[in-house]
């Protein structure tokens, strides 16, 4: 059976054959950096269209049904428009921060791309602090927001960037912790370890009430941390009109859109890869047939089906939930999700030193 | 109460009353400076208990102007109108914002639409008119503006 | 709070018209803001995110409507008030026509007189689920909005065929409806309450038993009875602070005293209980369509007037019970065919007058729902 790194190996030995080293490991970054700019903005579109049917459907209403078949080509007509038209620039606006904000937030999103394994060997890089590297870098998302809302000289972006920061760096605690869980119980931080080791079923079977637990703050926590209604404070647009991205217009706009929609797709696929095995199918014990069978459906589709499963459940509360207020989302933290974090690490750590799971 | 005990309440409290009874409601016709003691009898006083002020509005009669409130309490559910003349170069009545906090905002439209100054208002500007429309009072009846307004 | 205060601090120094020393963040929500429905314009002093003040600009919509009505004879003026309460625009015409009858001294006839309680009560149940959907998008979830588009589009069709017209409908006139009620109204309005009573716990399965709703709700916005009735409240937010109110029950007018129904009261006086009055008055005004729609008597849908209409000399004033409230209609006649001064006392007026008060101390996202409960609409408002 054919698999990606058979791929990868063949192209790395055609280049090899007819360039030096140097020139090889060039091209090879060219066409990894050139994959990630194209799942970018693919991720978006797909994202974007996704979103407004998932809300249609559930508001009773068709949604995009013109651009092509079904409306699919919805989302690629907006970019078109996006790009032609004019980013302004508000003339108080601190203009360097002010263009720097979206591109701040892309880069972090693409980053964030680089230790996800998307299917079986299809991983661009896997570093063996592969959670800690996502928590660590997913926190600087917040640069940009803070950057975004305070240079563009406009009430309502500060509100935003501010309601933003408390947030974030908040529910970064949660989220943390909720992955260390499985850090825990698998003694290892590289996402290519944590997958094998769900190889006899996944985490959340596995792993007791505690994985179950961790899960949930994980999935409130990562909808917080991307600015997810109920949590979208940030840009609250029957408050503060748009957040911090009030000023923003055309293209730049686009990339803070797209980033947001990126960052939950990273977001999913790490509690995909936590907790549901990422690319790994399902398996179960001992029952070797059935996992055989289940090995037969590409691990690719094993991985996308389960992060968009979780991107659809994080729509689900957009598109039911009314938003909270800036004191009782802290409060959610603070007092309740923190403490029963903190405490489920306590418990796996002894489910995991005991040896109780499977 | 009934406008006949209502009448002769007001009767003892203000001698100089004159009544219209045309309507659907006690009228009564008092001066502007009786006012302000007379509005707190009607507050306050148990048997009137006059606690919600449903109407409060100015009519320009050319010669004069006539503030109307419109009374009612929701305790006895009987209803009364007062109405005040005024002055219609110089008017000015004492306001009713501290005993009914609703006068607050009436007042402040009376103020723009008809030019009454409400002595002791706590904030008495342009609530509805933007900027520039001070002393110009478009509910008057010699008001004129050429450009947005359509004579039939 | 402490570290935002500070930073907000910095950014004020840039903006002229603020407090130098205070710490105070001065905020214009509107003229155009998604919470304000329209063009309200509020002045907000903000403490890092707690409100110190607010203070609202009106006129962005002024038309005039008392100094228009002046010359326009008594048939005319009367569409002009479907433009201000755009949401109630029955029972603005109802309060306009019934005052005009009152000065003729005319008798309505039983059948119109139903008919007007029907519509006016189909229009409350419209207005209610309007103002329902557009107060959960204010509190940030956008369904509810669609879902009670729903029912309301089937009101709005039954609106269509009999008055032909679906928002300013212009159904009532002096003397009682201006054309009889389309063959299919009955039939209509009875599919109508088949769908509402099926749908209605749809609506608290959403929304009312949501818990990051009910805590939104709950607690905020308090308004003490006698601050309602002291502020001029009427409607739903005076009765949700337990002062009752309703014109329907204490000044009759039409057929409202030959049906039965509650008056709605809640005591907690919060954004909740206000929320909860609105909801269960939609409730009763089914309850008053359903005594009704199989009872409309036959006759006339008019009574005869004379084609230009003179009111005597004298003054009449004639209150209804809006969606928002209490409706005043103040006609000051000289004898002519147009009025002498006319008023209208408009229910979101006094009850826009008590946001500043139940919001202070409050934060940005309490206000929008304040906001929502009052249930403003500016038109209304402005006049």
Known sequence: MWSFSNIANLVHEVLAEHFNPAITLAIEMVIAGVSVIGLFAILGLVLVIMERKVSAWMQIRLGPNRVGPKGMLQSLADTLKLIVKEGMTPNGADKLLFNLAPFIAMIVAMLLMAPIAFAKDLQMWDLNIGILYVSALSSVTVISILMAGWSSNNKFSLLGAMRSGAQIVSYELSAGLSALAIVVLTGSLQISEIITSQANGWWIFKGHIPAIIAFVTFIIAVTAETNRAPFDLAEAESELTAGFHTEYSGMKFALFFLAEYVNVFIMCSIAATLFFGGWMPLHIGNWHKFNHVMDFIPSSIWFFGKTFFLIFVIMWFRWTFPRLRIDQLLDLEWKYLLPITMFNLLLVTAVAILGWHF | ?152 | MYRETEILTRANQSTAHESEDSGDLVINVGPQHPATHGVLHLVITLNGETIKNVEPHLGYIHRSIEKMCESLTYRQFIYVTSRMDYLSAHINNQACALCVEKGLQVEVPQRAQVIRVLMAELTRIASHELWWGAMAMDLGAFTPFFHAFRERETINDIMEETCGARLTMNYMVPGGVMMDIHPHFQQRVKDFIQLYRKKIHEYDELVTGNIIFQNRMKGVGILSAEDAISYGCSGPVARGSGASCDTRKYYPYDAYNKVQFDEVLETGGDSFARYLVRVREMQQSINIIEQLIDNIPEGDFQAKTKAVLKLPKGEFYQRAETARGELGVYIISEGGTTPYRIKFRSPGFSNLSVLGHIARGCKIGDLIAMMGTLDLVIPDIDR
């Open chain 2, 1 to 152: 109460m009934l406008n006949e005990a209502l009448k002769q309440k007001v009767s003892e409290l203000l001698p100089t009353t004159a009544f219209d009874e045309g309507g659907e409601w006690l009228n009564i016709n008092i001066e502007a400076t009786d006012w302000p003691a007379f509005a707190q009898h009607l507050r306050n006083d148990g048997s009137l208990f006059f606690d919600y002020l449903f109407c409060l509005t100015c009519v320009d009669w050319k010669t004069h102007l006539t503030m109307v409130y419109h009374l009612s309490s929701t305790k006895h559910r009987h209803n009364m109108v007062i109405k005040i003349k005024l002055d219609r170069d110089k008017p000015e009545i004492e306001t009713a914002s501290g005993i009914w906090r609703t006068a607050e905002f009436h007042e402040r439209e009376v103020f723009e639409m008809f030019g009454v100054n409400f002595i002791n208002h706590p904030d008495l500007r342009l609530l509805i008119l933007p900027d520039g429309w001070e002393g110009k009072n478009p509910l008057r009846k010699d008001f004129e503006d050429p450009v947005n307004m359509i004579k039939l």
